[in-house]
């Protein structure tokens, strides 16, 4: 029924304590799968230009204080806001965040800004697909990779866990995710043991700085 992706500092125990205790008779199953990959994030196939766009870079680690973190927190919430208006926000000059910004894209922390669509505006179905593969690790990059080529696809990623990819699509038909499925299975048979289909019905809060406090 739920997907949600959350990153936590080693205390998974104690979200899943308060998670069963807030929800005691709701909750029947669930699964846990360590994201290990990311593979794609981008609308752009759906626009007939498939760039993939992925999280992956070869910078290091960047140590960021509570006013980058501030910056960040601005441009994730509207990162259409110019320099003045975060600057006002937190009584910094214009060149000030510029120039903190330039440091924080320099380090690859931030990676890109894009526009967030609703697929339903474009007439189009929204699924999740939980692919359980045969094995684990980077032997499902080549599942992982066709996915990433498809026209349809906006997310894919590999995972550590009972699944071990999971893709976002976007398709006019239901006929289209069947030959997806079909030309899948067809291709990596000796792979593949079992795909999942859900529809994607809602899509809730997006926080990419979580326990983090807005300001």
């Given amino acids: 029924n739920y997907a949600v992706t959350f990153s936590c500092d080693g205390r998974l125990n104690e979200f899943l304590d308060l998670l069963f205790h807030s929800f005691p008779n709701q909750i029947v199953e669930y699964a846990i799968g360590r994201h290990l990959n990311e593979y794609k994030d981008s609308f752009s196939g759906i626009f007939n230009n498939n760039k993939i766009i992925t999280s992956s870079t070869g910078h290091q680690r960047v140590i960021i204080d509570q006013t980058d973190t501030a910056i960040i927190t601005a441009l994730a919430e509207n990162a259409r806001q110019n320099n003045s208006e975060i600057g006002a926000r937190y009584k910094m000059t214009r060149e000030a965040i510029r120039t903190r910004i330039k440091k924080i894209e320099d380090a690859g922390l931030i990676i890109n800004y894009r526009t967030i669509i609703k697929p339903q505006e474009l007439d189009l179905l929204s699924y999740v697909l939980l692919i359980r593969c045969a094995t684990t690790g980077e032997t499902s990059s080549p599942i992982c990779n066709f996915l990433s080529e498809h026209t349809s696809t906006s997310y894919v990623c590999s995972l550590a866990g009972s699944v071990q990819i999971m893709c976002v699509l976007h398709m ?14 067809g291709q990596y048979p000796d792979m593949i043991v079992e795909i999942e289909t859900c529809p994607l019905i809602k899509v809730g809060t997006q926080n990419y700085l979580p326990g983090i406090q807005k300001s």
């Fill in 172 to 185: 006019k038909t239901i006929m289209e995710l069947d030959d997806l499925c079909s030309g899948l299975r």
